[in-house]
T-cell receptor, first 112, second 115 residues
Framework: SQQGEEDPQALSIQEGENATMNCSYK?????LQWYRQNSGRGLVHLIL?????REKHSGRLRVTLDTSKKSSSLLITASRAADTASYFCATDEGYNFNKFYFGSGTKLNVKP | DAGVIQSPRHEVTEMGQEVTLRCKPISGHDYLFWYRQTMMRGLELLIYFNNNVPIDDSGMPEDRFSAKMPNASFSTLKIQPSEPRDSAVYFC?????????????FGPGTRLTVL
């Protein structure tokens, strides 16, 4: 299936450090999205990057996309304890950008 | 807008019982998705609707699962009969069709425990 895979599965850093998470997928996409999930809550959309884009910024978030390698990375700069959450990438089916596959997620722990 | 609303937030039931989960999408959104999240399988898309019509139900695990969307503001996911392996968190999400990709808005989820 198209399901993305995040790497690493878990990441623990100190507040103020940068956090980088990676996502790999298998087939062509129209766009890739990143979501955050706090413990016991629903997912919250962070950023969407289209297949013809290579980099996108939103506040402290930076997303890159390399379609030749079928991979994406999410960088959170100057992390805060409130960034502690699980982060998921979601990819579409290429021919159907309404259907998404979510990866298994990266669990980020930011220590104060 | 209050966001996507799901009820109940928690459901504990016994094996063999019927379970009905409910979802109210964000007003004006024309796509509705049902997901299931477990530790073992992650987040799985079960079914999605466009303008109240089921488009893809290939993720529905078995005939015991059924979903309906009688109108633009309400959807149900029913499990009959329920089994312990159905225990999971079930999320409903909605989105607005946009050229080039849709941001999905998730509800808080229903945590289902089948004993």
């Amino acid at each position: 299936s198209q399901q993305g895979e995040e790497d690493p599965q878990a990441l623990s850093i100190q507040e103020g450090e940068n956090a980088t998470m990676n996502c790999s997928y298998k087939t062509s996409i129209n766009n890739l999205q990143w979501y955050r999930q706090n413990s016991g809550r629903g997912l919250v959309h962070l950023i969407l990057i289209r297949s013809n884009e290579r980099e996108k910024h939103s506040g402290r978030l930076r997303v890159t996309l390399d379609t030749s390698k079928k991979s994406s990375s999410l960088l959170i700069t100057a992390s805060r304890a409130a960034d502690t959450a699980s982060y998921f990438c979601a990819t579409d089916e290429g021919y159907n950008f309404n259907k998404f596959y979510f990866g298994s997620g990266t669990k980020l722990n930011v220590k104060p | 807008d209050a966001g996507v609303i799901q009820s109940p937030r928690h459901e504990v039931t016994e094996m063999g019982q019927e379970v009905t989960l409910r979802c109210k999408p964000i007003s004006g959104h024309d796509y509705l998705f049902w997901y299931r999240q477990t530790m073992m399988r992650g987040l799985e898309l079960l079914i999605y609707f466009n303008n109240n019509v089921p488009i893809d139900d290939s993720g529905m695990p078995e005939d015991r699962f059924s979903a309906k969307m009688p109108n633009a503001s309400f959807s149900t996911l029913k499990i009959q009969p329920s089994e312990p392996r159905d225990s999971a968190v079930y999320f409903c999400a909605s989105s607005l069709k946009l050229a080039g990709g849709n941001e999905q808005f998730f509800g808080p989820g229903t945590r289902l425990t089948v004993l």
